[in-house]
């Protein structure tokens, strides 16, 4: 049984371009959550996902930041003109259908960010 | 503000000692979880005590939680080199059956 999966796990971006962050969640696993995490830091909640719907999106910059679980394929999150600040680790994590009190959320191995 | 506090920041024991590391937070919660997180990689699920339980031993990890002080303490009995990375404690808030609050980690350091 595969773990979360994301892709890329390095990514290089220049000011303006747009990033493309991709997460495969564990099977049987229909929540997704995705977190950030600066240098040095823990990490920060951004938006959390069930399959074609955004239940808690709180911790998103109000611009520039968007995610996506569909219906098929991976959870994406998508940032516009990317900026020197946006760069960080970005980890997603998924959980299983009926999220209970355990709420043990499984983490993938991350995207690392690099804003040149 | 950050809900979860690490304390101390950083730790460096040599093999074979014991490991405590602490985590207070601020407001009602579900659960809280401890994770690994070995330098840049992502983060290995530890254990998880409920709200209402006092302790829980996994292994070598005991985990303490007392709501009383909004607090937890993670042990790691006869340290291994293998043990150095970065802990974190995170909570499940009352109310949310979704995200965890991230403390900003205790930074351990195991010498042979």
């Known amino acids: 049984n595969a773990g979360v999966m994301q892709n890329p796990r390095h990514l290089v971006r220049r000011r303006g371009q747009e990033a493309r962050l991709r997460c495969s969640p564990m099977?049987?696993?229909?929540?997704v959550y995705w977190y950030r995490q600066l240098p040095e830091e823990g990490l920060k909640f951004m938006v959390y996902?069930?399959?074609?719907?955004?239940?808690?999106e709180s911790g998103m910059p109000k611009e520039r930041f968007s995610a996506e679980f569909p219906k098929e394929g991976p959870s994406i999150l998508r940032i516009q003109q990317v900026v020197r600040g946006d760069s960080a680790a970005y980890f997603c994590?998924?959980?299983?259908?009926?999220?209970?009190?355990?709420?043990?959320?499984?983490f993938g191995p991350g995207t690392r960010l690099l804003v040149l | 503000s950050q809900q979860g506090e690490e304390d101390p920041q950083a730790l460096s024991i040599q093999e074979g000692e014991n490991a405590t590391m602490n985590c207070s937070y601020k407001?009602?919660?579900?659960?809280l979880q401890w994770y690994r997180q070995n330098s840049g990689r992502g983060l290995v699920h530890l254990i998880l005590?409920?709200?209402?339980?006092r302790e829980k031993h996994s292994g070598r990890l005991r985990v303490t939680l007392d709501t009383s002080k909004k607090s937890s303490s993670l042990l790691i009995t006869a340290s291994r080199a293998a043990d150095t990375a970065s802990y974190f404690c995170?909570?499940?808030?009352?109310?949310?059956?979704?995200?965890?609050?991230f403390g900003t980690g205790t930074r351990l350091q195991v010498t042979l």
């Open positions: 994590a998924s959980s299983p259908r009926r999220p209970a009190r355990r709420n043990t959320q499984y």
């Open positions: 099977k049987g696993h229909s929540h």
């Open positions: 996902l069930q399959k074609e719907n955004i239940i808690d």
């Open positions: 407001t009602s919660i579900n659960n």
């Open positions: 005590i409920r709200s209402n339980e």
């Open positions: 995170a909570t499940g808030l009352t109310g949310t059956a979704s995200k965890l609050t």
